[in-house]
T-cell receptor, first 111, second 113 residues
Framework: DVKVTQSSRYLVKRTGEKVFLECVQD?????MFWYRQDPGLGLRLIYFSYDVKMKEKGDIPEGYSVSREKKERFSLILESASTNQTSMYLCASSARDLEAFFGQGTRLTVV | DQQVKQNSPSLSVQEGRISILNCDYTNSMFDYFLWYKKYPAEGPTFLISISSIKDKNEDGRFTVFLNKSAKHLSLHIVPSQPGDSAVYFC????????????FGTGTRLQVTL
């Protein structure tokens, strides 16, 4: 079974803090993704990576950065958290052209 | 600009009947489509997909239909079961593969006894 693990289920951070969301997959997948899910907006792609040290912006990259130093790990960084970044964050991974497998999500609240 | 639209936020169906979930898209470059199912407090799980070279794909109780001229796809669940109660997301890709997806807003399906 593919396993995509996100380091936290729930996180509360203060405005202006630097926030790290970690994601690890155990299936040697090339692709990894970060989405956020908001009511009425569905899932929106923030960043994705198709190889180690490679990254591409998704649809809503502003205020975020990512890091992929190892194939199995993809980190999402909120440089200076703001209240409008309160959301459910979902990490996913996929083999090259195949469907993505998602982690359980991290519900981030910025106060 | 929502390129993938699910106009029904919710749907209620009786157990044993057919559930039909609809999805419309505007980007004519989309050529691969998927449905994901999401339970509360869990990540989405892949359900079924269809390439634009097909108009139908079936997997057990789940069938996806694609109408390219109308830019419309639908997911049929027959027969519906209480365990099917979840949020269903339609997703599309312009790469011919399941990578880099654009998701719809989701439809909450409730299957009642």
């Amino acid at each position: 079974d593919v396993k995509v693990t996100q380091s936290s289920r729930y996180l509360v951070k203060r405005t202006g803090e630097k926030v790290f969301l970690e994601c690890v997959q155990d299936m040697d997948h090339e692709n990894m993704f970060w989405y956020r899910q908001d009511p009425g907006l569905g899932l929106r792609l923030i960043y994705f990576s198709y190889d180690v040290k490679m990254k591409e912006k998704g649809d809503i990259p502003e205020g975020y950065s990512v890091s992929r130093e190892k194939k199995e790990r993809f980190s999402l960084i909120l440089e200076s958290a703001s209240t409008n970044q309160t959301s459910m964050y979902l990490c996913a991974s996929s083999a090259r052209d195949l469907e993505a497998f998602f982690g359980q999500g991290t519900r981030l609240t910025v106060v | 600009d929502q390129q993938v639209k699910q106009n029904s936020p919710s749907l209620s169906v009786q157990e044993g009947r057919i559930s039909i979930l609809n999805c419309d898209y505007t980007n004519s470059m989309f050529d691969y489509f998927l449905w994901y199912k999401k339970y509360p407090a869990e990540g989405p799980t892949f359900l079924i997909s269809i390439s634009s070279i097909k108009d139908k794909n079936e997997d057990g109780r789940f069938t996806v239909f694609l109408n390219k001229s109308a830019k419309h796809l639908s997911l049929h669940i027959v027969p519906s079961q209480p365990g099917d109660s979840a949020v269903y997301f339609c997703a599309a890709s312009a790469t011919g593969t399941a990578s880099k997806l654009t998701f719809g807003t989701g439809t909450r399906l409730q299957v009642t006894l």
